[in-house]
């Protein structure tokens, strides 16, 4: 019984992590930019998510898109994590949630950059390219609860997006 358990949520894992990349992925293309440098990281980036999603050690996954010249945030993207696993029920993405909204986020302009960050409880374990680092302001910039967009079975992530006010 305990192998089952342990399988099934290491599957949810896998499921979360690769549809994180993916949205994030949707979300860099469909802003207008070129997703080379998340397909280029994919490993690492996987590798720090499946590490820190197993030991429900990440708490949020950030896409910050700036203005290439001045560093300053443009827009921000959010996926908050969720540890409610169950062991049963389905596994979902909302693609079309996120179109949506990334439709009224708009396009970036054809000069901006994106880095992707993940914030860690304290004590997490340590995940070779990744290290501590810190995020761009949001100061005049409301955020936007889109709800739940990626669930396998209640382990999932909570979408939101930071735009000017």
């Known amino acids: 019984m305990t192998t089952v358990a342990v399988n099934t949520y290491t599957h949810s894992v896998t499921y979360v992590a690769d549809n994180i990349l993916k949205s994030l992925k949707d979300i860099i293309r469909l802003s207008g930019l070129d997703p080379s440098n998340l397909v280029n990281d994919w490993d690492t980036n996987m590798r720090a998510l499946k590490t820190w ?37 389905g596994f979902w993405t909302d693609t079309d949630q996120l179109k949506y909204h990334l439709r009224k986020a708009g396009v970036a302009p054809s000069d901006a950059c994106y880095d992707i960050k993940m914030k860690s ?10 290290g501590p680092g810190s995020y761009r302001s949001t100061d005049g910039f409301i955020r936007h609860n889109l709800g739940s967009t990626i669930d396998h079975n209640g382990l999932g992530g909570s979408a939101a997006y930071w735009r000017k006010s």
């Not at 409880?121 to 990744?130: A, E, H, I």
């Open 53 to 89: 999603l197993g030991t429900q050690d990440l708490e949020r996954v950030v896409l910050e898109i700036y203005n290439k010249t001045t560093g300053a945030l443009i827009v921000r993207w959010d996926i908050d994590i969720v540890y409610s696993w169950n062991g049963g029920g």
């Open 121 to 130: 409880k304290p004590g997490r374990p340590d995940v070779q390219g990744w």
